[in-house]
């Protein structure tokens, strides 16, 4: 089956692959076996795909993180989780989509999970408002998180947002406050937290799923407090310049965990976790659990503690 191909640097995969399409059809209309040279082709793509995906600058990392085929906080919940009962509303607003979240089970245990989520066709995205939640999608994550703290269960955020939604409406209701009191609330929250960065991480609108005990990254997702773009357009007034942006930004995974501000990366199977989501969902799964194993040992006073620390020791620094 071809593989729907999207990013620029992707193209001389898409043309291979249209080339082996192409070999079967001949191959089925004439009655000739192909398969020699199909084989070649799929050596040939297998091989191109990993000189491209492991030289991939941080810009073209951040083009695989909004893939448009990349999995979403709802694949991961049929995939990986089992006995998902998703829970709606604030008890303030309204329901917000751009967020999900509700009691599942992961290895047999009981996990509160809560994530972006994203559209896939327009329709579903002007459901969704693109993973840009607005303050009632955070009220709501709080609530779902506070009631996971009061059966001492794990929680586990997805994240993969462009930023938090910055309309009229969502200032009007105190967007700034409800990030800010997510971010507080979750530095003191009795209960193992796990956040993940599934695709992008942009902003406060990440940051209030993401004070965890443990933060973990997808290899070719992003974490930042601005996209490249963004940060061109403020630095240089021209946005075009989001190359340059996304180097100085070190928004990659490698960049952050060297800076010690994520805790683990989850590889991806080569081509991106859009290539082979079943392959990303097992990876997500397997250090779920060893990483909720551990925590589960800890004493909740601990965790508490131990996180404060963890967040209170970044950005500093020691003269030479």
């Known amino acids: 089956m071809a593989i729907a191909y999207a990013l620029d640097f992707e193209k001389p995969l898409a043309e291979l692959e249209r080339q082996i399409e192409e070999l079967r059809r001949i191959g089925d209309e004439r009655g000739i076996d192909v398969n020699g040279e199909i084989g070649t082709l799929e050596d040939k793509l297998a091989i191109r795909r990993g000189e491209i995906y492991r030289s991939l600058t941080p810009m073209q990392r951040v083009q695989v993180a909004r893939h448009p085929r990349r999995p979403y906080t709802l694949d991961y919940l049929s995939s990986i989780f089992t006995d998902f009962i998703e829970l709606h509303g604030d ?45 009632e999608g955070y009220r709501k994550a709080l609530r779902l998180m506070q009631a996971a703290t009061r059966f001492h269960a794990p929680i586990i955020t997805l994240i993969d947002t462009p930023g938090a939604y910055p309309g009229l409406g969502a200032e009007e209701r105190g967007q700034s406050e409800a990030l800010a009191r997510n971010i507080l609330e979750m530095s003191a929250l009795a ?73 683990e990366i989850i590889p991806e199977p080569l081509g991106g976790a859009h290539f082979d989501p079943d392959a990303a969902g097992e990876f997500l799964r397997a250090a779920l659990i060893k990483t909720v194993n551990e925590l589960n040992k800890v004493r909740p006073e601990k965790l508490v503690r131990r996180r404060h620390d963890k967040y209170a020791a970044m950005g500093s620094y020691a003269d030479a």
Not at 111 to 135: C, L, S
Not at 228 to 247: F, M, N, S, V, Y
Request: with cysteine.
């Open 91 to 135: 008890r303030l607003f309204r329901d917000d989509p751009a967020i999900v979240g509700g009691w599942a089970r992961l290895n047999r245990q009981s996990v509160m999970v809560i994530g972006h989520q994203k559209g896939r066709d327009t329709k579903e995205n002007i459901k969704r408002n693109f993973g840009m939640a607005h303050p």
């Open 191 to 263: 209960t193992p937290i796990v956040s993940v960065v599934i695709g992008e991480g942009g902003s406060g609108g990440a940051l209030a799923l993401g004070v965890a005990d443990r933060v973990l990254m997808f290899e070719n997702s992003v974490y930042s407090v601005i996209s490249p773009e963004g940060c061109a357009t403020i630095l240089w007034k021209d946005a075009t310049q989001r190359e340059r942006a996304a180097d100085a930004l070190k928004l990659t995974a490698d960049d952050l965990i060297r800076l010690g501000l994520v805790d």
